[in-house]
C-alpha cells in the first residue's frame, strides 16, 4: 500500500522533521520485532512527544484512510508490531517521561514509552518498585507491557501486568483520547482497562498508564537447585509448590541453555547439570532462612545434587542477570533462534519438556529450554539459520507442533509474548468461533474501521495477509 505523498509533509508538521523517519536505512530497523521469522517494513515511522501529537497523528491518518501500527521498544516476542498493510508506524519511545509519583498513594503515571526498569529505578530510593519484570525490562516500555499484558520471573507470587495498572490514557483509533480505568480498586462499570490490556495494540495507542507500586520486600533467598534429571527438576516445582510455599520466582534451565549462559556470563553453573532451579522468596526476614530450608529439603528429596544460596546481594544479582539475559547467550549457540511461548498446567511440565525434545528431535532442530517452570509457561528456543530454507520451515511445524502439545495438554498457545501475527492461525485451536466472534465485536467497539494494528490476533481478518510465509533472508 503506497501513501498519500502530502501524508509525509503534514505528519512532519506535526512531529518535526527529527521526528520522522522514511529512509530504507532508517527503516529496515523497524521491520521486525524480536520475531524475526517474518518482517515487513513501514513506509514511515514517526515518533511523537505526548498525546496531542498522537491523537494529530491518527485524526490525520483517519482522513486518509490509512492505517498505523503502534510500536514500543520492539522487544515484542510474536512479530505483535510488524506492520501488515499499515503502512504508518507510530513509535512511542520519545514519550518516556515518569509524569508524577505519588508517594503516599504508591502509584506512578507514566508515559507509555518508559522503560519497564525505569520505573523501579527512579521509585526505589524510597522503597517502592513496580512488580512486572520482564526479562526484557532494560528495554521493553510500559505501553508494550500494557499491550502484551506482560509477566515476568517474578509473575508467580505478583501476577501480571493487569494486576498492576490501575488506569490507562488511549487514543482511540479515531483519534479520541479517554481514560480508562481509576485509582479506586472497585471502581463501578465494566472494567475497560482490563479489556483494554492484553489487546495488543489493535484498541489504539496507549499514551500514559497509572501503575500501583508495591513496598520492596525486607528480604530475599535465592536458591540455585542442581539437577541430574530434568523431569526430576520439574517433579521439585510441583512438590514446592504442593508443600503450600509460593515462591516469588521460580525458573528452570535445561543442559543446553546453562551451558550457553555459563559460557556467556561465567556465574559458575555446573554445565554438566541436566537441569537448574533458580528459586527466590521474598517478603519480611524473619521466616525466610526457614521458608529456604523446606525448599532446599524438597529439592533434595527430588534428587537435587546441589542446593546453593546466594550469599549476598550481588551474587543473587549475578544469578539473575544470568537469567534474565539467558536469551541474550543463546547467540553462541546459533545464527538465529526463535522463542515459542506456551502454557501447560504446572503438573504438565515433564511431559512437554519430553514431547519438546520428541519434536525437536523429529525436525533435527537444537532446543534450550528457560523458562517460567512455576507458572507452566514454557519458552522453548529453537536455534536456526536462517540462510537455510529447510531449516527455517522446520522450526515453524516444530513451533506449530509445541503449541499444539500444549493446547492438548490443558494449557494455552501463550503465556505472555501475545498472539501478534506469529499465532493468528492457531486461535482456533483454542477459541470456538463463536468466542472469536464475540472477540472481534469487542475490538470493533474501540476501533470499529480496523485502523489500529490490523491482521493481528484474528484468523479471519488475516485473510490474504501471506504471514505464514517467512520474508527471510534465505541463502538460495
Ligand atoms: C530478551 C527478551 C526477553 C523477554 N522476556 C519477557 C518476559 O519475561 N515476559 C514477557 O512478558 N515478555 C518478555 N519478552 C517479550 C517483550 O519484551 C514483551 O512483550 C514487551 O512487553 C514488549 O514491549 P515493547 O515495548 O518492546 O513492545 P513492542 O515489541 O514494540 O510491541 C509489542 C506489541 O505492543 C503493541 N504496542 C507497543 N506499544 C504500544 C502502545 N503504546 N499502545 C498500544 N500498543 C502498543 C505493538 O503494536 C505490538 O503489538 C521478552 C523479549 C525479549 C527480546
Known amino acids: 500500500m503506497s501513501m498519500p505523498a502530502a501524508l509525509f509533509d503534514d505528519l512532519a508538521a506535526i512531529v518535526g522533521a527529527g521526528g520522522l523517519l522514511r529512509r530504507d536505512e532508517e527503516l529496515m530497523v523497524y521491520e521486525c520485532d524480536g520475531y524475526t521469522l517474518e518482517r515487513s517494513r513501514p513506509e514511515v515511522v514517526v515518533l511523537p512527544r505526548s498525546t496531542a501529537e498522537v491523537s494529530a497523528i491518527v485524526r490525520l491518518c483517519n482522513r486518509h484512510d490509512v492505517r498505523f501500527v503502534p510500536r514500543g521498544a520492539g522487544t515484542g516476542l510474536s512479530g505483535g508490531c510488524l506492520p501488515i498493510r499499515a503502512p504508518v508506524m507510530i513509535g512511542l519511545s520519545r514519550m518516556n517521561r515518569i509524569v508524577s509519583v505519588d508517594l503516599e498513594n504508591c502509584?506512578?503515571?507514566?508515559?507509555?514509552?518508559?522503560?519497564?526498569?525505569?520505573?523501579?529505578?527512579?521509585?526505589?530510593?524510597?522503597?517502592?518498585?513496580?512488580?512486572?519484570?520482564?526479562?526484557?525490562q532494560p528495554a521493553c516500555t510500559i505501553g508494550g507491557n500494557v499491550a502484551e499484558n506482560s509477566g515476568g520471573p517474578h509473575t508467580l507470587k505478583y501476577g501480571v501486568t493487569t494486576n498492576h495498572v490501575l488506569s490507562i490514557e488511549l487514543v482511540r483509533s479515531d483519534g479520541e483520547v479517554v481514560e480508562l480505568g481509576g485509582v479506586l480498586d472497585d471502581g463501578p462499570g465494566y472494567d475497560l482497562r482490563g479489556v483494554l490490556i492484553g489487546a495488543e495494540g489493535t484498541f489504539g495507542l496507549v499514551t500514559q498508564a497509572t501503575l500501583r507500586l508495591l513496598p520492596l520486600p525486607e528480604g530475599y533467598?535465592?536458591?540455585?537447585?542442581?539437577?541430574?534429571?530434568?523431569?526430576?527438576?520439574?517433579?521439585?516445582?510441583?512438590?514446592?509448590?504442593?508443600?503450600?510455599?509460593?515462591?516469588?520466582?521460580?525458573?528452570?534451565?535445561?543442559?543446553?541453555?546453562?551451558?550457553?549462559?555459563?559460557?556467556?556470563?561465567?556465574f559458575g553453573f555446573p554445565k554438566d547439570a541436566d537441569a537448574v532451579l533458580i528459586i527466590e522468596i521474598d517478603g519480611l526476614r524473619a521466616g525466610l532462612a526457614r521458608q529456604a530450608q523446606r525448599i532446599e529439603a524438597v529439592c533434595r528429596e527430588h534428587g537435587a545434587r546441589e542446593v546453593r544460596i546466594a550469599a549476598d546481594e550481588a551474587e543473587r544479582a549475578a544469578l539473575w542477570k544470568s537469567r534474565k539475559r539467558a536469551f541474550g547467550a543463546v547467540g553462541r549457540l546459533a545464527p538465529n533462534y526463535c522463542t515459542q511461548d506456551g502454557v501447560v498446567p504446572r503438573t504438565k511440565v515433564p511431559e512437554i519438556l519430553r514431547i519438546i525434545r520428541r519434536i525437536a528431535e523429529e525436525q533435527r532442530l537444537r532446543v534450550a529450554n528457560v523458562f517460567h517452570a512455576g507458572d507452566g509457561n514454557i519458552h522453548p528456543i529453537l536455534l536456526y539459520d536462517e540462510r537455510d530454507r529447510d531449516q527455517v520451515e522446520r522450526v515453524l511445524v516444530a513451533g506449530r507442533q509445541i503449541l499444539e502439545a500444549c493446547v492438548a495438554l490443558g494449557g494455552s498457545l501463550t503465556g505472555e509474548h501475545g498472539i501478534g501475527v506469529e499465532k493468528m492461525d492457531l486461535l482456533p485451536l483454542l477459541f470456538a468461533e463463536a468466542d472469536l466472534d464475540l472477540m472481534r465485536r469487542v475490538?470493533?467497539?474501540?476501533?470499529?474501521?480496523?485502523?489500529?494494528?490490523?491482521?493481528?490476533?484474528?484468523?479471519?481478518?488475516?485473510?490474504?495477509?501471506?504471514?505464514?510465509?517467512?520474508?527471510?533472508?534465505?541463502?538460495?
Open 107 to 136: 502509584t506512578a503515571r507514566v508515559e507509555a514509552g518508559v522503560v519497564n526498569r525505569e520505573v523501579t529505578a527512579r521509585v526505589a530510593p524510597h522503597g517502592l518498585y513496580y512488580a512486572p519484570d520482564p526479562s526484557s
Open 443 to 476: 475490538r470493533r467497539v474501540f476501533d470499529a474501521e480496523l485502523r489500529s494494528n490490523p491482521h493481528k490476533m484474528f484468523p479471519a481478518e488475516s485473510a490474504g495477509v501471506a504471514v505464514s510465509e517467512p520474508q527471510r533472508r534465505a541463502a538460495s
Open 221 to 266: 533467598r535465592t536458591l540455585l537447585a542442581v539437577f541430574d534429571r530434568i523431569d526430576d527438576a520439574s517433579a521439585a516445582v510441583s512438590g514446592i509448590i504442593g508443600r503450600g510455599i509460593v515462591p516469588a520466582a521460580l525458573e528452570m534451565m535445561d543442559q543446553l541453555m546453562v551451558e550457553a549462559v555459563e559460557a556467556a556470563y561465567h
